[in-house]
């Protein structure tokens, strides 16, 4: 949303604060601003001005706000100067109207008011209205529709001009569109509208979807010599629904959807008058102004006790102070008793913004200046939370698999019935979505492996390897209406365009690294697993997962080469396992180890961890530690067998292993292993 500086000057008369600073209030008290430019106009008889820019979404809540004069309302409080209100509605004549308006639906339509003008002369603005609307970032058509635009920059007031002759019929009708009805619009497109669109009408059909654009066949033309000027309040979420079903957004739609105020209709029609006849002195208004309108309740006085507004700002405020910032922001205020004050909200604060007292604690608060109030420690106990011991042992978990090399991703707990399939999964045991954020996305995920094989098809477009982990819930559905059951998780894949089957041994060393002494332990493969690559995973005696290769139709079937292997942990299940273990201490060694390499052949099925089983059973006490070196299968090695090779450290704690010592050790080990059936490459 852009301000022109001269604009405002204009509005607050007086104001003498330079860009730079006024950029700095508005951004300390009221919205925060992205920045301010010079604007310097084609026509040099026209003065430059500043343009201050601030964020839209700053800007949501306040409706006022999406025009100068509720900026300017700001400013003017800001620095104590008196807002000038350029609207004047004397200037409409009280006859009556000739222009009949029907609206079908107030609900959707709160507000129509609309007005008949003739003597029109179509040319182009006056400089100085071009250059007003060029600075903010609007481009100028002619006088008449630049003056619907300068309403819409100002009060803000969306407005529309009709070419009263290029209606069928003197009355304007507001509906919902019929099905298969048409409009070809201002933009050169043409929509196709449904009940679900609300439309302005005459008797031929739709002329404008209401809130949003209007249409080609009513456009101002340079032979348009009546008008008729439309001034509405339409209900917000129809105007958005239509806007983004159609994937049209304009300046009048985002306005209408922060809900305006309906007490503007009238204003903005009153100021056009100003302008056109400042602009066309000759024009005569024809008839008095037609309004149409639901009877909306008023906004309800709120009731603010002073002593609750010195408490909520931690500062004492006194009642002049009090009064003068809320009646500078458009408030009403009254005195109604010792230290009490009731307030009035102005309509254009009462749509969706203004409704408590503690928002009126907020206007005061920033008025005054955070920055004005004194930090001060909360006068309540201070307690020591309850330890959470599951929150600190997923952040181990979260940092032992990143230094691993892992990125994290989040993924959606919500899944469709394809994803539910490609893992064998029964979809009607998922938790059902009532309202899902997307027509795809229907159901509660019973597993985080759908959401990372999603994850691995995006990745693998842009990289040749990666690591990917999530930790997550698994959602399960209770019997008896009660709420699903969450399940922590940890899931990760290690994919590699070029992989072989070291892949599963590398995750495999992650695996053991997050859970020490884990045990593998081979298990028949499900559907979506490589039915030779598949274990489960066992510490601390309880199986807390499955470490598999992903079937190679799974990556096929959506076009990808290469391997990705994964583990999927129950976390639940893994910290009761990490509670339960016992920490031993072992006195560190004070003479060096002596080690050696020993590589074992054996067929291709027998488990890593049985050889690792045999190896430390055979070396005995003297035994410091044991390292998976590589798996090597290829000539001059038969087929179907392996070559499984170990670093093996020993040594005692009372004396540096002599050369014999470690020789006997290595030799009963190669004798043992020979014993069980293993042949060994020495």
């Not at 009731?303 to 922001?329: M, Q, Y």
Request: aromatic content about 6%; overall charge negative.
């Amino acid at each position: 949303m852009k301000f022109s500086y001269r604009w405002l000057c204009e509005l607050v008369p007086g104001l003498d604060t330079v860009p730079a600073e006024l950029e700095r209030i508005i951004t300390m008290k009221t919205a925060e601003c992205e920045g301010i430019e010079a604007f310097r106009p084609a026509n040099p008889e026209v003065a430059p001005d500043w343009i201050i820019e601030i964020d839209n979404k700053s800007l949501t809540h306040r409706p006022d706000l999406w025009g100068h004069m509720g900026m300017a309302r700001e400013v003017a409080a800001i620095t104590h100067r008196t807002l000038q209100d350029p609207v004047c509605t004397q200037l409409l004549p009280r006859s009556e109207p000739v222009v009949e308006v029907r609206i079908e639906d107030f609900s959707l339509c709160p507000r129509y008011s609309a007005l008949l003008v003739e003597g029109i002369e179509v040319q182009p603005s006056a400089p100085w209205l071009q250059a007003r609307l060029e600075s903010i970032g609007l481009n100028p058509i002619n006088n008449i529709v630049d003056i619907t635009n300068y309403v819409l920059a100002e009060l803000p007031q969306p407005m529309h001009a009709f070419d009263a002759e290029k209606l069928d019929g003197p009355a304007i009708h507001v509906r919902t569109a019929h099905s298969g009805e048409q409009l070809a619009a201002l933009n050169g497109e043409t929509y196709d509208l449904d009940r679900a669109d609300l439309v302005i009408a005459d008797a031929s059909g739709p002329v404008a979807v209401a809130g949003v654009i209007g249409g080609a066949d009513t456009a101002i033309s340079e032979t348009t010599a009546r008008v008729i000027l439309e001034s509405a309040n339409f209900q917000a979420t129809s105007v958005r629904l239509t806007s983004a079903r159609h994937k049209l957004r304009t300046d009048a739609s985002m306005r209408f959807e922060k809900s305006l105020d309906p007490e503007n209709t009238v204003r903005g029609l009153a100021r056009a008058l100003a302008l056109m006849k400042q602009i066309c002195p000759g024009i005569r208004v024809l008839g008095g102004v037609s309004d149409s309108r639901s009877s909306l309740p008023q906004p309800k006085p709120i009731s603010l006790p002073l002593a609750f507004v010195s408490c909520k700002l931690g500062k004492h405020v006194t009642r002049p102070h009090v009064t003068e910032i809320l009646e500078a922001l458009g408030f009403g205020v009254s005195e109604t008793g010792q230290g009490m004050l009731t307030v009035t909200v102005p309509t254009w604060r009462a749509t969706k913004d203004i409704s408590l007292k503690d928002d009126l604690v907020e206007e005061i608060g920033r008025i005054i200046g955070y920055d004005q109030i004194t930090p001060a420690a909360p006068l309540i106990a201070s307690t020591v939370p309850p330890d959470n011991p599951m929150r600190g042992y997923l952040r181990q978990i979260r940092s032992q698999i990143a230094s691993q090399g892992f990125t994290e991703v989040y993924n959606y707990s919500f899944v469709n019935e394809t994803d539910v399939k490609r893992f064998s999964l029964n979809i009607d045991e998922h938790v059902a979505v009532r309202n899902p954020i997307a027509s795809e996305l229907t159901h509660l995920r019973r597993s985080l492996l759908p959401g990372l094989f999603n994850s691995i098809v995006v990745n693998v477009r842009n990289f040749q390897e990666f690591r990917l982990f999530e930790i997550g819930s698994e959602i399960h559905p209770r019997a008896g209406g009660e709420l699903p059951r969450e399940i922590a998780h940890l899931a990760a894949v290690l994919y590699n365009a070029h992989g072989d089957e070291q892949d599963f041994f590398e995750l495999k060393r992650v695996v053991e690294c997050l859970f020490p002494d884990a045990r593998l332990t081979p298990a028949p493969a499900k559907a979506y697993e490589h039915p030779t690559r598949t274990a489960e995973i066992a510490w601390s005696g309880v199986t807390i997962g499955r470490i598999f290769e992903l079937h190679p139709s799974l990556l096929h079937g959506v076009g990808i080469e290469g391997r990705a292997v994964l583990f999927d942990v129950d976390l639940e299940a893994a910290a009761a396992g990490a509670a339960s273990r016992i920490k031993q201490y072992r006195p560190v060694r004070r003479y060096p180890t002596s080690g050696f390499d020993l590589s074992i052949v054996t067929g291709m099925r027998v488990p890593v961890a049985r050889i690792e089983d045999d190896l430390r059973k055979l070396a005995g006490e003297g035994l410091a530690e044991i390292h998976f070196v590589r798996q090597y299968a290829g000539p001059p090695l038969d087929a179907g067998q392996k070559s499984v090779s170990y670093h093996i450290e020993v040594g005692a704690f009372d004396h540096t292993l002599t050369a014999d010592e470690v020789a006997a050790i290595r030799g009963r080990i190669i004798d043992g292993m020979r014993q069980l059936g293993y042949d060994l490459r020495v």
